[in-house]
């Protein structure tokens, strides 16, 4: 097939980046609106046939000013909740070992996961707040995405502990002391509604400040199980009840686990957050000089960062207005989707 190829120069249009539409929830009191910068990104064929290309079109906004006071509620927030994990941890510890406890000792070590998934949580925060640089050209965003499938494995590793000592304990049942484990119990409830309630004050739609929250949830309800199957206990005498609540505990925090794993997997395998299709037929539908657009890779950075890369065929006719289409396209994009990211490379005929 015949095909000529041409090359239209045109001076790239930057967009004013819009809070409202920021990749990342800035804080809105200290974030400035700035100029993102847009430059052309030569093209290639993918494989493809094309009878025209042109330099490839970005629409991005800016991402210098969160550094400063990056998300600075939810830091706070894991910080609180950090500092009342880690003194109930050591007050355990140092009680146990002062009394001869075990049981509070162990409790007292339980809690240190906790502290763990909070401080990595936190950590996250932090480094992300880090600005893009020639290497990370993204920045560090994902790191909350790996915080929160680290939380998601410990939370995991939890569940299978409670299911081997659930199975061991209705092979070989154990006497519980009842007055002790009781006291624990309620010390870590308190606890652990204190710390879930600060918790949900932050961005639940945030992966990291889920996880977190999740072992706080977990936690919980292990607390409310002890109780309930220690009053229980002391009323019935039947020891089996304890096993049998921590499998149904365990069996609860498994779904919770898969979900938090699943879903940050997903971003770590560069999974789309939207549904491709309906994507294409969006545009397709909105712009009629859009003939056919593929290549299509969507992806998130982090929550509120989609990034989009496409070819987008259009009519010869609207080649004279193809930089004003696809800024169009690109608005439009960030409008409905979300996509704060996007590289769309025209092709013509």
């Known amino acids: 097939m015949n095909s000529s190829t041409e090359h239209l120069h045109a001076k790239p249009h930057c967009v004013h980046g819009d809070l409202d539409h920021a990749p990342l929830a800035l804080e809105k009191k200290v974030a400035e609106?700035?100029?993102p910068h847009c430059h052309d990104d030569h093209g290639h064929a993918h494989g493809h046939d094309h009878d025209a290309h042109d330099?490839?079109?970005?629409?991005?906004?800016?991402?210098?000013?969160?550094?400063?006071?990056?998300?600075?509620?939810?830091?706070?927030?894991?910080?609180?909740?950090?500092?009342?994990?880690?003194?109930?941890?050591?007050a355990e510890i140092v009680g146990g070992l002062?009394?001869?406890?075990?049981?509070?000792?162990?409790d007292g070590i339980h809690m240190f996961t906790h502290a763990f998934a909070l401080g990595l949580s936190w950590g996250a925060i932090v480094l992300a707040s880090r600005p893009p640089n020639i290497e990370k050209t993204f920045g560090y965003y994902r790191v909350e995405v790996v915080a929160a499938f680290v939380?998601?494995?410990?939370?995991?590793?939890?569940?299978?502990?409670?299911?081997?000592?659930?199975?061991?304990?209705?092979?070989?049942p154990?006497?519980?002391?009842?007055?002790?484990?009781?006291?624990?119990?309620i010390v870590g409830l308190v606890v652990n509604l204190i710390t879930g309630a600060i918790l949900l004050r932050g961005d639940q739609s945030n992966m990291n400040i889920r996880s977190s929250f999740l072992h706080m949830l977990t936690d919980t309800l292990s607390s409310v199980a002890i109780i309930i199957g220690l009053v229980l206990i002391h009323y019935t005498g039947w020891q089996m009840i304890d096993p049998l609540l921590a499998l149904i505990v365990a069996a609860i925090i498994l779904k919770w686990s898969w979900s938090l794993l699943r879903d940050s997997l997903h971003v770590l395998m560069e999974g789309s957050p939207i549904d491709v299709p309906a994507l294409k037929e969006y545009v397709l539908h909105e712009f009629p000089d859009v003939l056919d657009i593929h290549d299509v890779h969507i992806w998130q950075i982090s929550q509120r960062f989609n990034c989009l890369t496409a070819h987008v065929?259009?009519?010869?006719?609207?080649?004279?207005d193809y930089s004003s289409l696809v800024l169009r396209i690109n608005a439009s994009l960030r409008e409905k989707f979300e996509i704060g990211h996007t590289n769309l490379q025209p092709e013509w005929s």
Do not use: C
């Open 55 to 90: 330099h490839g079109h970005h629409d991005h906004h800016d991402r210098a000013s969160h550094q400063h006071d990056y998300r600075a509620h939810d830091k706070s927030v894991l910080m609180v909740s950090f500092i009342i994990t880690l003194t109930t941890m050591v």
């Open 174 to 185: 154990e006497p519980v002391n009842i007055g002790v484990t009781l006291i624990i119990a």
């Open 313 to 320: 065929r259009i009519k010869p006719e609207a080649v004279g």
């Open 98 to 106: 002062l009394t001869h406890s075990l049981a509070l000792v162990s």
């Open 151 to 172: 939380n998601g494995l410990t939370i995991l590793f939890s569940a299978v502990w409670i299911v081997i000592e659930g199975v061991s304990r209705l092979i070989t």
């Open 33 to 35: 609106s700035h100029d």
